[in-house]
Nanobody, 117 residues
């Protein structure tokens, strides 16, 4: 069973940047697509960025041009570089493997991102 551990969140002012990391246990990381999700208070969890095994990326319109997803298969880690952060980016951020409208693994604890002045 793959375990996912997210880190790198924090409090940042509007316009600031953060880099999130997601470390995955297990040896199958390199053959998995990975995604970053977020859940804001009172809202459903949403997929904001995805990267395939070949490195192709897709983004939600709300983060396109500001967020960049990347992966390091040697470290079993996926990253989310977040720039030009806005208050509406405030949420708990999670990683997982998207499978149609679901995910493949149990959710990790997530990492809190708060954008506020």
């Amino acid at each position: 069973q793959v375990q996912l551990v997210e880190s790198g969140g924090g409090l940042v002012q509007p316009g600031g940047s953060l880099r999130l990391s997601c470390a995955a246990s297990g040896s199958i990381f390199s053959i998995l697509s990975m995604g970053w999700y977020r859940q804001a208070p009172g809202k459903q969890r949403e997929l904001v960025a995805q990267i395939t095994t070949g490195g192709s990326t897709t983004y939600a319109d709300s983060v396109k041009g500001r967020f960049t997803i990347s992966r390091d298969n040697a470290k079993n880690t996926v990253y989310l570089q977040m720039n030009s952060l806005k208050p509406e980016d405030t949420a708990v951020y999670y990683c997982n493997t998207p499978v149609l409208s679901r995910v493949l693994f149990p959710w990790g604890q997530g990492t809190q991102v708060t954008v506020s002045s």
